[in-house]
């Protein structure tokens, strides 16, 4: 049994530290009190404590014990608090999903001999894996991730409720994306380029534009194409594009009555309960992969719903569990390497991928693999 550190009680976090306090000793951290008690009683065997992880050296007095940090912060606070954890000289699994390059950090990991694996969520995370595990087998020509969460009950005029802050998913639908097409990395408006995709148990979903590669830029520059995009049902890129193109997006104040107000903060106050996924509010995350070779391709999928039984939502299973699975595959030392390394190259190792699939699967979350032959134009 190891002593885990899991720092964030929101959705996923709380998630996370519920499932590692199986086999281990776990304690979860976060700001809100309030949060950690009502956690806490889900789980009685796990522990808790009020911290600011901004706070430099309460946080790193408070790892000190333990074997492994699990990081599920806002992204705002992730490569900081990465920063700090990595100075502590402990291993740490991440699903914070910071905006800045995690790759930047790998030198200050080596030094202090500790591993990070970071954005081992469902998206970025499994796909990598995915793609990871199947790039050391055959000679990659293209990949491609669909994926989304979205609550099964359609509420309009979004159709949607976010299982994070609506800042986080409005950072989302501002940073512009990144795709590799013909062997070279291409700039596009996040939301463009909208298709209608078929999903079975679905329907119809749109597909958009959105900065999903992340690392895969940078470790996999020999796929000549490469993109991600987000899912939602159809209509919601509509709605969201007029707030942008409104200016409801935007972060400088602007003066109402004398008073400076941030558009985005305000677009974000309103939308928190328009968009807040209620605790045993039904939603289901759907995603497609698809792995291209020369003879042929080969596409996951994934339909996962919020749990009744356990009463955990659907992207806390897909997203939390990958990182559990990723922490005890760590700490039953199958991956030894030292620095940090994003999902793929933890997934190009057999053991890993094999385990951390398992892993999944023994807790109802399937990926079903199809092989197709590649037409020939």
């Not at 790998?106 to 970025?124: F, H, S, Y």
């Not at 148990?201 to 992340?214: C, M």
């Not at 699975?325 to 890993?352: D, I, Q, S, Y």
Request: aromatic content about 10%; overall charge negative.
């Amino acid at each position: 049994m190891s002593k885990i550190i899991v720092l964030g009680a929101g959705m996923v976090g709380s998630a996370m530290a519920i499932d590692m306090a199986k086999n281990h000793d776990v304690t979860l951290m976060d700001i809100n009190a309030d949060v950690l008690k009502k956690v806490q009683q889900k789980a009685e065997t796990l522990s808790v404590q009020v911290l600011d992880v901004t706070n430099k050296s309460a946080l790193q007095n408070s790892i000190k014990p333990f074997d492994l940090v699990i990081c599920a912060v806002p992204g705002f606070l992730g490569f900081k608090t990465m920063e700090y954890i990595l100075e502590a000289k402990k291993n740490v699994v991440d699903i914070s999903f910071f905006p800045e390059n995690s790759l930047l950090l790998d030198k200050l990991a080596k030094e202090n001999d500790v591993t990070a694996i970071v954005d081992c969520g469902v998206a970025p995370g499994m796909g990598n894996i995915l793609l990871g595990y199947h790039n050391e087998r055959m000679k990659v020509t293209g990949f491609e991730c669909l994926v989304g969460g979205l609550p099964k009950v359609k509420k309009w005029p979004f159709n949607y409720k976010a299982p994070f802050s609506p800042v986080d998913v409005i950072e989302e639908y501002i940073r512009p994306a990144r795709y590799v097409e013909n062997g070279q990395m291409v700039v596009r408006e996040v939301l463009t380029d909208c298709e209608l995709v078929e999903f079975e148990k679905v329907g119809t979903l749109e597909a958009f534009n959105s900065d999903g590669l992340r690392t895969l830029i940078d470790t996999m520059p020999h796929i000549p194409d490469m993109k991600e995009k987000t899912l939602r049902y159809p209509g919601h890129v509509e709605y969201i594009r007029a707030l942008k193109d409104s200016g409801f997006f935007n972060d400088d104040p602007v003066e109402v009555g004398g008073t400076k107000v941030s558009p985005l903060e305000f677009t974000s106050k309103i939308l928190f309960d328009e968009w807040k996924l209620g605790e045993t509010e039904e939603e289901i995350t759907v995603m497609r992969i698809t792995i291209k070779g020369e003879q042929q391709e080969i596409v996951y999928t994934l339909y996962d719903e919020f749990c009744t039984r356990t009463q955990t939502s659907s992207m806390a299973r897909t997203t939390g569990y990958t990182a559990t699975a990723t922490a005890n595959m760590f700490l039953e030392g199958l991956f030894p390497e030292k620095g940090v390394f994003p999902p793929e190259l933890v997934g190009r190792h057999e053991a890993c991928f094999n385990y951390i699939l398992n892993y999944l699967k023994d807790r109802n979350v399937v990926y079903n693999m199809e092989t197709r032959p590649i037409k020939k134009a």
